[in-house]
């Protein structure tokens, strides 16, 4: 069965450091790989997909995320954090040749102190 | 992108009445809806699939009489909780799929905060 695992509940990091946001899968065949983001109280905003090509994928707001098929990973990764990147992220997975549906990870709180 | 919205965002109800939440594909057509639930500090679960013109795929453990879902157009689905109680409350958010070659993607509306008292 598919599984997500996001081992990080909650990280804090100083603004202006880098982030790196954890992310497993269980899978037999490499799935299609989402990262979203939600503030409190909205609902999710796409950061950025992986379905096939390049293994490190560049999304919006400066994130990016490299999929490690021998790890089993989809780690997302920012260079320096900014105060508004305080939020939920979640990574899912989406099976191929599936209609569409997608797992959730539990999540990752991300705070940033100033 | 592909917007879709939810009405309402926010929603307040006494025990034992029924609320509607709407979920509208603004942009596009959507022939396949999703339905999920988020608790406090949790992720999404994914409550119900929704098609157009067909009855709704629920999943396991989720009530079909109590979470009713109806899709009557390509760009509307709502979800109904009947006789809502206390432990409905929750985060509902939708999503709507649009169909492509590649992958047939989900887009999410803002969710709706539902409290029953």
């Known amino acids: 069965a598919q599984s997500v695992t996001q081992p990080d509940i909650h990280i804090t990091v100083s603004e202006g450091a880098s982030l790196e946001l954890r992310c497993n899968y269980s899978?037999?065949?490499?799935?299609?790989l989402f990262w979203y983001v939600q503030s409190p109280g909205q609902g999710l905003q796409l950061l950025l997909k992986y379905f096939s090509g390049d293994t490190l994928v560049q999304g919006i707001k400066g994130f990016e995320a490299e999929f490690k098929r021998s790890q089993s990973s989809f780690n997302l990764r920012k260079p320096s954090v900014h105060w508004s990147d305080a939020a939920e992220y979640f990574c899912?997975?989406?099976?191929?040749?599936?209609?569409?549906?997608?797992?959730f990870g539990k999540g990752t709180k991300l705070s940033v102190k100033p | 992108g592909a917007v879709v919205s939810q009405h309402p965002s926010r929603v307040i109800c006494k025990s034992g009445t029924s609320v509607k939440i709407e979920c509208r594909s603004l942009d596009f057509q959507a022939t396949t809806m999703f339905w999920y639930r988020q608790f406090p500090k949790q992720s999404l679960m994914l409550m119900a699939t929704?098609?157009?013109?067909?009855?709704?795929?629920?999943e396991q453990g989720v009530e079909k009489d109590k979470f009713l879902i109806n899709h009557a157009s390509l760009t509307l689905s709502t979800l109904t909780v009947t006789s809502a109680h206390p432990e409905d409350s929750s985060f509902y958010i939708c999503s709507a799929r649009v169909l492509a070659v590649f992958y047939n993607e989900q887009f999410f509306g803002p969710g709706t905060r539902l409290t029953v008292l």
């Open positions: 929704s098609n157009e013109g067909s009855k709704a795929t629920y």
């Open positions: 899912a997975v989406g099976a191929r040749g599936s209609q569409g549906n997608l797992i």
């Open positions: 899978y037999g065949a490499t799935p299609y």
